[in-house]
Each structure stands twice: as C-alpha cells, then as structure tokens.
C-alpha cells in the first residue's frame, strides 16, 4: 500500500514539475534517466560492462531524425523507427560481443561502437561535422502540437515511463531473477539448465532497444542530432550516471542521470563554466571512493540496517 | 465569414503589437548571452575571451542603450550542440536574452540558429567557421561576422597563387570538412593558373604526421596546405619543422590556424607558415589601443573571433540606439543600413545573406630573429578585399538573401 503511495506521489510529482522547472531541461534530464536505466539493465543486473552505448543512442537519433526531417514521417512513427534502428544494431553488437566477458566484452562494444561513430562522421545523411539540424518536432497523433514546450514534456513523460516499465517489468520477472544469477555465477546458471548466451542477448538487444527510445527521443526534443550523442565520450559519461545514482538499483540511474544533467546546466552559465568537466571527475572520484553504492544504493544500504 | 472577421482582428492585433514593439526595449533591459567553449578545444581561440570583448563592448557604450541597461549573461556549451540548444532556448524563454552571441562551432551555431528562428532573436555568430552559415543554414537574423571556411580557403589559395605559389600539394583531414575545403582551394588554386600535384589524407583526428609530410616533401610542391584544424594542424606543423620543411624553400599554407595557435606552437616551430587572419592586434593604431586593452584583462592579445564579437556586440547596440528598440526585425533592417566601421572592420557591409563581408589579411609568421617583442608573430602579405574572400552575394545559395 505504501509503495502504491509512494509510487502515486512520485508521478504526481512528475507531472506538475514543468510548473515549476524549465520543461526543456526537465525532457533532457528524463531522456538522460531512460538512457542510464537502460544501460543499468545490463550492467547492474547483467554484469556487463557495455562501453558503446552512445552508438544506440546517438544511432537512434540520426535515424530518427532522418525519417521524420527527409522522409516526412509522423513523429512517433519516426521515434519507432529509430528505435528500431537501434534494436537491429544492439542485436548486431550483441551477438558478437558476448562471447567475450569483462574488459574483453567493453572493449568489443567500445571499438564496434567507434565504427558506428566512423560511419556517421563519413557519411553524407548525418550532416558530419555540423549534426543534423532542424529535424520538426511535429504533432502527437496528428492531434496536439509538440512546439510547446508543456506538451512536449508530457510526451517525453510518456515514452519514458512507457521505457521505465519495460525495465521494471524485466528486472523483476523471472527473465531479470536469471539476469541476476548469471551476474552472480555464470557456471552456476549454466548447470542449472540456463542458455546463458540467450539471456545475455535478449538483455543486452533490450538495453539497446530502450538506449535507442531515449536518444530518438532527445532528437526530436532538441531538433537535432550531433556526433556528441555517438561519441564514446557518451558512453563513459552514462557510465557515471549509473555508478552515481547506484548499480543495479531501480531508481539509481535516473536520480544519478538528474544530478549530472542538472549540475552540468547550471554550472555551465555560472563563474565556474570552464570547471565543469573538472568538476564531474571529481564528483566520480568522490563517488568511487566514499560511496561506492551510489546514491540510491547508499540510501536503500541505510534504510535497511535502521530497520534491523 | 467568421474565419474572415477572426483573421482580421489577427492582423490589427499583430498590427498594434508591432507598433507597441517599435518604440520600446522588450523587457526594460536589452541582453546578450555569449554561448562559447570555456574549457575544450576552442577555449583559447574563444572562450573566456569572447566574454571580456562582449563585457567591453558595453562598457564602451557605456552601459545603456536607448534608456535600457545592458547586460552579459555567458555559458560553456563544451561544443556540444544540444547543450547549447538548451542553455539557448532557456535563455529566450526564461531570461530575456535578446541576442546570442559567439556561438564557436558550426555544430552549435546551426542549434542556435533554429533557437533563434523560433523565438526571432538575433544570433551574432564569431566563432563558428562554415560557410552553409550564411548559405544553405542561413535564418535572416543569423549574422555571421568574423570569417567564413569560404573566406578562409579561398582568400588563402587566390592570394597565395597572386604571391607566386602556383603548385600545390595537399595534407587532408578524412572527413567532409577536410574535403570540402581541399575542393574549395583546389578550385581557386587551379582558376589562377596554379597546378595541384597531389594530396594526403590523414585519419581525423592524427598524431604522427611524418609519413604524410614526407609524400608532400617528396611531391616538390612550392605549398603545402593543410586543409584540416585544431590539434591536426597543429601536430602537421610541428612535424613539417622537424622534417625542415620550410627551411628547405617549401611554404605551408594553413587554412584554419589562429593567432592562439601560432602562440602555443612557438615562432622556432611555426615560422614561415603562411596564413589567413581576420584580424591582427598589431594593424594600427586602433587596433593596438584595443588589443592593449583587451591585454591588460586577459594577459593574452586577441584573436580575430574575440575581436569579432566586440564588434558584433558594438554595432548590435548602435542599431538599438538608432532606432530605439530591440525589436529584432528592426535592428537587424538597421545593422544592414549601416556600414560596420570599428577598430576591427573598416566599412565593412552586412549582406541579407547574414553574412558580414570586410577586409582580410594574408599573414606570414615571423622567424624568431624578426621578432621585436612577446605577441609579436605576424607580418602582413597581403590584405585580401572582402569581396574577393567572401565572393559576390549572387553567389551564395541562402534562400532568404
């Protein structure tokens, strides 16, 4: 019952936070938070340490921003077919990285996704250097206009929680109670009967699939798509949002993702802008150091030793 | 006919709400948000510095314009193109900001520019470098102000073939960038009677460059040009200086090095290189009294992008004070009229392409024995005329020229 509250409480909170934050940095730190949960899926539920998520990510985005700024397509048929986009390629990755465990299967995911990254800084659809620009933002089933802001945002709301569940709904399914035992011992799991490989893909082309939702999403929310979203530099900043917020929590990524995304805006416009990057690394410095949970983990670590 | 009777009410009140915004400053307060890079690649050709030139040029005005005080608000937008877009559209929406100013990468310039299409502000853009700024990307209040790839490549390539290097070899980035500006100069080099004998490409970004400057030694052409940027430009010299190069008779050409560049590589590494500056602090008079200036703030001379957004910023506030508003249609109808003529450009005109055509120079750096003192590094060729740099308004493919 009090978890129903909670729960009522937080979408409640969800929904009247464009009255009282900016909704454009509210839909950037909601697509930043799908992003982090779904890399969560695999890291902190998997155990594998995908380094090339910014290629389904940023993938998605320039697939989608292509289908709906040159083929004209509406804008969630466009945001379908990023993502889809981004299952083919996550299923691609997938399989071939893995076969490898630990540094070997980062470094796999981390060097197919630096091809991905080589094609869209080739390739003429992507704009290269200059990203794809102006992608229109459109209107949800033809019916509500998504330049507003107020609108947008409660589009952004719904593909995220729709993402949100998908995850929720797989890490507490019996498909998420294997994920967890190979995490834990793989040998153990395949004694027990389980086809490690094929859990490990669905899991991984998941992680893909929902990485790519959020970057179609932040496309159209942005109007555009540029190489910093396929860059690993994505890759290893999404990293930090997971470690920060608390690995294999549900809420830890989004609550690391929020902190990350909100400390860059308001840094960057104040006297310590040419700090930024500086003061990330710290913060993941201090964060590996001292609490090594992340912030949700730490929390859940606390509640549970009061309550013994 | 109800449609009629509405659509006409539409128009007198967007009539009347044009009229009240001729005559008054939006808000009580005309702002100016310089977006730059503070801390990544291009924070010494920008960053802090394009800040201090914007805070100067309102301290010159003297603070207020039309009656209104003016402000600065400034963001690091790390090149990243939607950040940029958020901290813009943020600005517009939350904050007032009539116009956004710098804007260094042509990534983040194009973000902003749509920003700026939507809530028809004004984009003062400095730092950003291509030329689909002011062509295929252009938006009728975007203003391109300090240089452009065309201006750059083309300057250099017709003024250097006029200065006798008439063959060319060429050290190229592998991306659209890095060939688009070799087929820009190849096409000027080849139309003034100039030969190419060849070209390299490189991997972006490349940190040995030996066997690369070794093909271009071999090739015997009289200029090498380096039709890339950043750090690869940087390492292509400083391995063309240990292969002695342009000790040994051969020029480069560097189509996109600045002032910051020549003072990180040293005279010793750099000397001899040629090159195509929108500005240099040691012109005249003029430009020496604003460069001291800007010197005893920042301990460093500025580049052409810091003094462009000064005088960006400066001819923005005089459209404002002639016409008493900053309503954006006007002032920027108004910073068209009137001829750009500071310190930095010397009747320079504001094209409807948005682009701002004045003078540039083809420099050449100094060996460490010309040298008179610190910052002194360039030495004037020649002065390319704006029209040559940034070609005829007919040519540019801007829509809404």
Redesign the interface.
Known sequence: MKKYLAYALLLTLLLVAPLLFYPVLLMKVLCFALFASAFNLILGYGGLLSFGHAAFFGGAAYVTGHAIKVWGLPTELGILTGTAAAMVLGLLVGVLAIRRQGIYFAMITLALAQMVYFVFIRSGFTGGENGLQGIPRGTFLGLVDLSNDRAMYYFVLGVCLLGFGVIARAVHSPFGQVLRAIRDNEPRATSLGYNIDRYKLLAFVISATIAGLAGATKSVVFQLASLTDAHWHMSGEVVLMTLLGGLGTIFGPAVGASLIVTLQNTLSSGPLGAWVTVIMGLIFIICVLAFRKGIVGELQAALRKSFN | MKFLKNFMVGVSVLALSAGAAQAEISDGVVKIGVLTD??GTY?DVA??GTVTAAEMAIEDFGGTVAGAPIEV???????????A???A??WG??QQVDAFAELVT??VA??V??VAK?QNKIALVSGAA?S?LTND?CIPSGLHWTYNTRALAVGTGSAIVKEGGDSWYFLTAD???GESLQRDVTAVVEAGGGKVLGASKHP?PASDFSSFVLQAQASGAKIIGLANAGGDTINAIKAANEFGIVSAGQKIAGLLVFLSDVHALGLETAQGLLMTASFYWDLNDETRAWSQRFYERTGKMPTGVQAGVYSSVTHYLKAIEATGTDDTDTVVAKMREMPVDDFFAQNGVLRSDGRMVHDMYLAEVKSPEESTGPWDYLKIVRVIPGEEAYGPLSESTCPTK
């Open positions: 503070m801390s924070s960053g802090p608000v400034s963001a690091d937008h790390q090149n990243k193109a939607d950040v877009a958020n901290k559209r943020e929406d939350t042509t990534s194009m973000a520019f749509e939507q291509s689909p990307a991306y659209a960038f972006f």
